[in-house]
C-alpha cells in the first residue's frame, strides 16, 4: 500500500495561484497512476486530475486550463499546479496512488489528511 502525503494548501486571493504537492515512499509509486481528488462539506469526492506513469494527464472540466498535474517519479512527487483560483476551488485536496480499471481510475480505499485551500478574497 503506497501511503502519500499531502502538502502545499493554503489561503489564496481569487486569482491567484497554489502548487501542491504529493509525496511517496513506496518503491511502486513510480509505476502507478495518480490522482488529485478535492471534497467540500456535504458534497462528494471529486476527482480533479489523473496522471499515468508515463505522464499522461486528464482533468476534470471544472479545472482544465488552469491545474496542471505533473510528476517526478525520480523523487516520487506529484504536483498539482493551480493558477487562476477561484472561490469555487476551495475545498480538502487528497492524493491518491490507485491504478486502472477498464480505462477508469481507481482509487485505493484509504485516504489521507489532504491538504486544505482556501479561496477568499
Known amino acids: 500500500q503506497v501511503q502519500p502525503v499531502e502538502s502545499g494548501g493554503g489561503l489564496v486571493q481569487p486569482g491567484g495561484s497554489l502548487r501542491l504537492s504529493c509525496a511517496a515512499s513506496?518503491?511502486?509509486?513510480?509505476?502507478?497512476?495518480v490522482a488529485w481528488y478535492r471534497q467540500t462539506p456535504g458534497k462528494q469526492r471529486e476527482l480533479v486530475a489523473t496522471i499515468t506513469r508515463s505522464g499522461r494527464t486528464n482533468y476534470a472540466d471544472s479545472v482544465k486550463g488552469r491545474f496542471t498535474i505533473s510528476r517526478d517519479n525520480a523523487k516520487n512527487v506529484v504536483d498539482l499546479q493551480m493558477n487562476s483560483l477561484k472561490v469555487e476551488d476551495t475545498a480538502v485536496y487528497y492524493c491518491?496512488?490507485?491504478?486502472?480499471?477498464?480505462?477508469?481510475?481507481?482509487?485505493?480505499?484509504?485516504w489521507g489528511q489532504g491538504t486544505q485551500v482556501t479561496v477568499s478574497s
Open positions: 513506496g518503491s511502486s509509486f513510480s509505476i502507478r497512476p
Open positions: 491518491n496512488v490507485g491504478y486502472y480499471r477498464d480505462y477508469l481510475f481507481v482509487p485505493e480505499s484509504s
